[in-house]
């Protein structure tokens, strides 16, 4: 069972276009902490074979351990029996080169930063409880926030925080940043932004967004080079499905929903794809209210002609 904490996004809408079917070989980019593939591998059955993929080697850690308890829930009598379970500690931009041509029934992946790294202080994620500043999702990659932060001149620093961030504020807060320089934890961080920056205006109904949240967002994507991950595997995922094969992908902001609408758009009109989404799908208002983190989220699904 999820804690609150580690509810999967969009999870019965994402099972739906994936059409899980026995016996079927399925890959999920984003492991993370397997909430997605814990109710994929119950569809399986035995015969099944799920490929699962992730950078970071805690998740990993985290997702075998729930994994294994649930080979045992569905190892009893009359249980379905558990798929054979692949996991590859690499980046799902490295999907084509684990998994051959025409071989998969489906493929999911949720862009969104996974619960264990924002909710772990140490991950340096977040700006809600004071951690140094990291941002790594595979920890033993060399860039750090940090290094960003405090080695990238202020014409640069403004503009990936424009570019990644979106953030019209950019130019003053990197400003700011480097005035402030040495910057060393996430908390340091936001106080810097928060300085100079108001808090910004949300949705009707909703509190406003911390006037830090563009900026994080855009120093993470630079740390783990996320769009271009995202766009390699949207260039290779088409081929590794099979006639009718599924293609899920859930993503959490502007920058990764465009990659995705533009790359199943072109895809259906080269007739690769045919589009199960005219419109991305959303979480309802209940999901909304269980699960905050869901009220970004967007999904889009095709299926290979």
């Known amino acids: 069972m999820d804690t609150p904490q580690h509810v999967p996004v969009l999870l019965e809408e994402s099972l739906e276009f994936l059409a899980v079917h026995p016996g079927g070989v399925y890959t999920d980019a984003t492991l993370g902490l397997a909430g997605h593939s814990a109710e994929i591998a119950r569809r399986l059955g035995s015969e099944g074979k799920l490929i699962a993929f992730d950078r970071d080697p805690e998740a990993m850690s985290k997702a075998q351990a729930r994994l294994t308890a649930l080979a045992e829930e569905l190892g009893g009598e009359s249980g379905p029996g558990m798929p054979t379970v692949e996991y590859v500690s690499r980046p799902f931009s490295e999907v084509a080169q684990v998994i051959a041509p025409g071989t998969l029934d489906g493929l999911l992946a949720d862009f969104g930063v996974s619960s264990l790294q924002f909710d772990e202080a140490h991950r340096g994620f977040s700006f809600r409880a004071d951690g140094p500043l990291d941002m790594r999702m595979d920890p033993r990659s060399e860039l750090t926030a940090e290094q960003v932060v405090n080695q990238a001149d202020e014409e640069e620093l403004a503009n990936l925080i424009y570019e990644f961030g979106e953030e019209r504020r950019s130019r003053r807060i990197a400003r700011a940043i480097v005035r402030a320089r040495p910057i060393t934890t996430t908390a340091d961080l936001a106080r810097v932004v928060s300085a100079v920056a108001p808090p910004i205006k949300s949705e009707r109904g909703r509190s406003p967004i911390h006037p830090a949240t563009r900026t994080f967002q855009a120093l993470r994507i630079r740390v783990n080079d996320e769009l271009q991950e995202i766009q390699s595997l949207l260039?290779?995922?088409?081929?590794?499905?099979?006639?009718?094969?599924?293609?899920?992908?859930?993503?959490?902001?502007?920058l990764e929903d465009r990659l995705v609408k533009d790359a199943l758009r072109d895809g259906a009109k080269a007739g690769q794809y045919e589009l199960l989404t005219k419109k991305p799908i959303v979480a309802t208002e209940e999901e909304s209210l269980r699960n905050p983190r869901s009220r970004s989220a967007k999904l889009r699904a095709a299926k290979k002609i």
């Open 235 to 254: 260039k290779s995922a088409g081929s590794l499905l099979k006639p009718g094969g599924r293609l899920v992908l859930i993503s959490f902001h502007s």
